[in-house]
């Protein structure tokens, strides 16, 4: 800024002329600075925003292009039997009567007065079905009833050990982790004579079946199945039966396995939100307004015509059987309209399902998945998108630097100018001193002059 000592020789306003001279000089090439820098920012934010559209088209792409031939499954009574399918599995009804579920087996011990008093030590070898048998020490320090349900329970030996007391004392419960007829529990005892004490009575043979291992027992379309689990996964391909309770005779359960076409339908319409999306934002970036003449901030940008060049053609991609019932995403439905956002005929979708479902299916993977591919290109770090946006940052910043030396560059002119007025205040001092000097002495002249006459 001018010192403001500047214009007391001339009685000037110099600091206000210096200022002016300044802003005259900066103002312009700020003004062209701050709206580079406006472009650039604005294009950043497209790109941006492009991206963020894409990176939400290829989710929905990928989900389509994994899309399999989904089935639904349903049980006419969730009470007694749920069911799930898995792809693959084959359509169809079937009925399931449940005449019996799979239990694990559960032993009781005799009764003990006290479930914290010692019982004697030994071992216990715990054996589920045809199992390894597992080894329990038992001395000093778990020798109680609640030591040795702890020491079995830690054991990872295949059986749950819990401590019921019925009104007149403490008895050990062991239940068999898994369900089944084979998967009995089998406990020895062994130690020296004398030492082992009331631990004998936790030997197999003092126990009690309070609950038989049992396998689940069904008809399935006539079939007798057994098996040692109430869930059967493997029974009917592709479906899970988890059996809940037993049915009523002669009122089996249906199982109703069909094509899961409600998934079909809402991964192609996540994808066709998402895609139009994409259309819009860069409809929005690109738009021109040939009332107003004023375009949009990124107009011609050729990034962005190329995503929506390449959009266009994937969806143009047709399948690579050409035998197939359908060969592009038309046929399924997807429509295009004259701007290019698309919509899905739902009725047109279903006809094609109808007509070939795993055909359908097929497409959709094939077509999407190089869609996908395509959407990468711009979305993947170090694609077209991201190179774009460091080109720009690496602009901005050196509008940063040009600001700088705009700024040094000013101040130097304002130094100069404040020199060079300052010097012509100083000057212009002098001559107005000299020149009431002058008038000064002519004025007493003239008084000497009229006084002689």
């Given at each position: 800024?001018?010192?403001?000592?500047?214009?007391?020789?001339?009685?000037?306003?110099?600091?206000?002329?210096?200022?002016?001279?300044?802003?005259?000089?900066?103002?312009?090439?700020?003004?062209?600075?701050?709206?580079?820098?406006a472009d650039i920012q604005a294009r950043i934010s497209g790109f941006g925003a492009a991206r963020g559209g894409l990176s939400g088209l290829e989710t929905a792409l990928d989900k389509l292009s994994?899309?399999?031939?989904?089935?639904?499954?349903?049980?006419?009574?969730?009470?007694?039997?749920?069911?799930?399918?898995r792809p693959g599995a084959a359509t169809g009804s079937y009925t399931v009567e449940v005449n019996q579920l799979a239990t694990a087996q559960s032993l009781a011990s005799g009764r003990f007065e006290?479930?914290?008093?010692?019982?004697?030590?030994?071992?216990?070898?715990?054996?589920?079905?045809?199992?390894?048998?597992?080894?329990?020490?038992?001395?000093?320090?778990?020798?109680?009833?609640?030591?040795?349900?702890?020491?079995?329970?830690?054991?990872?030996?295949?059986?749950?050990?819990?401590?019921?007391?019925?009104?007149?004392?403490?008895?050990?419960?062991?239940?068999?982790?898994?369900?089944?007829?084979?998967?009995?529990?089998?406990?020895?005892?062994?130690?020296?004579?004398?030492?082992?004490?009331?631990?004998?009575?936790?030997?197999?043979?003092?126990?009690?079946?309070?609950?038989?291992?049992?396998?689940?027992?069904?008809?399935l379309n006539g079939l007798p199945v057994t098996s040692p689990s109430n869930n059967l996964d493997e029974t009917l391909e592709g479906l899970n039966l988890q059996l809940k309770g037993t049915t009523?005779?002669?009122?089996?359960?249906?199982?109703?396995?069909?094509?899961?076409?409600?998934?079909?339908?809402?991964?192609?319409?996540?994808?066709?939100?998402?895609?139009?999306?994409?259309?819009?934002?860069?409809?929005?970036?690109?738009?021109?307004?040939?009332?107003?003449?004023?375009?949009?901030?990124?107009?011609?940008?050729?990034?962005?015509?190329?995503?929506?060049?390449?959009?266009?053609?994937?969806?143009?991609?047709?399948?690579?059987?050409?035998?197939?019932?359908?060969?592009?995403?038309?046929?399924?439905?997807?429509?295009?309209?004259?701007?290019?956002?698309?919509?899905?005929?739902?009725?047109?979708?279903?006809?094609?399902?109808?007509?070939?479902?795993?055909?359908?299916?097929?497409?959709?993977?094939?077509?999407?998945?190089?869609?996908?591919?395509?959407?990468?290109?711009?979305?993947?770090?170090?694609?077209?998108?991201?190179?774009?946006?460091?080109?720009?940052?690496?602009?901005?910043?050196?509008?940063?630097?040009?600001?700088?030396?705009?700024?040094?560059?000013?101040?130097?002119?304002?130094?100069?100018?404040?020199?060079?007025?300052?010097?012509?205040?100083?000057?212009?001092?002098?001559?107005?001193?000299?020149?009431?000097?002058?008038?000064?002495?002519?004025?007493?002249?003239?008084?000497?002059?009229?006084?002689?006459?």
């Open positions: 800024m001018a010192i403001s000592s500047l214009g007391v020789g001339s009685g000037l306003d110099l600091n206000a002329l210096v200022d002016q001279l300044v802003a005259a000089e900066r103002e312009p090439k700020v003004q062209r600075l701050d709206r580079r820098e994994k899309l399999q031939q989904v089935r639904t499954a349903s049980s006419s009574d969730g009470n007694r039997l749920e069911v799930s399918a006290d479930a914290g008093a010692s019982l004697g030590t030994g071992t216990l070898s715990l054996q589920v079905g045809d199992g390894e048998a597992v080894a329990i020490e038992i001395d000093e320090e778990n020798n109680s009833l609640r030591g040795i349900r702890e020491a079995i329970n830690g054991a990872n030996a295949g059986v749950q050990a819990s401590i019921v007391n019925d009104g007149e004392g403490a008895r050990l419960v062991l239940s068999a982790a898994r369900t089944g007829a084979d998967q009995t529990v089998s406990i020895t005892v062994s130690g020296d004579e004398g030492e082992v004490g009331d631990l004998g009575r936790l030997a197999t043979g003092n126990l009690t079946e309070t609950v038989p291992g049992r396998n689940a027992e069904l008809v009523e005779p002669g009122a089996p359960i249906t199982v109703t396995v069909g094509e899961d076409r409600a998934a079909v339908r809402e991964a192609l319409n996540e994808f066709v939100k998402a895609y139009n999306g994409v259309i819009d934002t860069v409809r929005d970036l690109t738009r021109f307004n040939p009332e107003t003449q004023e375009g949009a901030a990124m107009v011609g940008d050729s990034t962005l015509r190329s995503v929506q060049g390449r959009l266009a053609q994937g969806l143009q991609t047709s399948g690579t059987d050409p035998e197939a019932a359908f060969t592009n995403l038309v046929n399924l439905g997807v429509n295009s309209d004259r701007n290019g956002r698309l919509s899905l005929d739902g009725a047109a979708l279903d006809q094609a399902m109808d007509q070939d479902f795993r055909g359908a299916i097929g497409l959709v993977n094939e077509v999407s998945a190089g869609l996908r591919e395509s959407v990468k290109g711009f979305t993947e770090p170090g694609g077209l998108l991201e190179s774009r946006t460091e080109g720009l940052q690496t602009r901005m910043k050196g509008i940063g630097r040009e600001r700088e030396t705009l700024d040094l560059r000013i101040e130097r002119l304002e130094a100069r100018l404040v020199r060079q007025f300052g010097a012509m205040d100083a000057l212009v001092g002098q001559l107005q001193s000299t020149s009431q000097f002058l008038d000064q002495q002519l004025g007493a002249l003239n008084a000497m002059f009229d006084r002689g006459r």
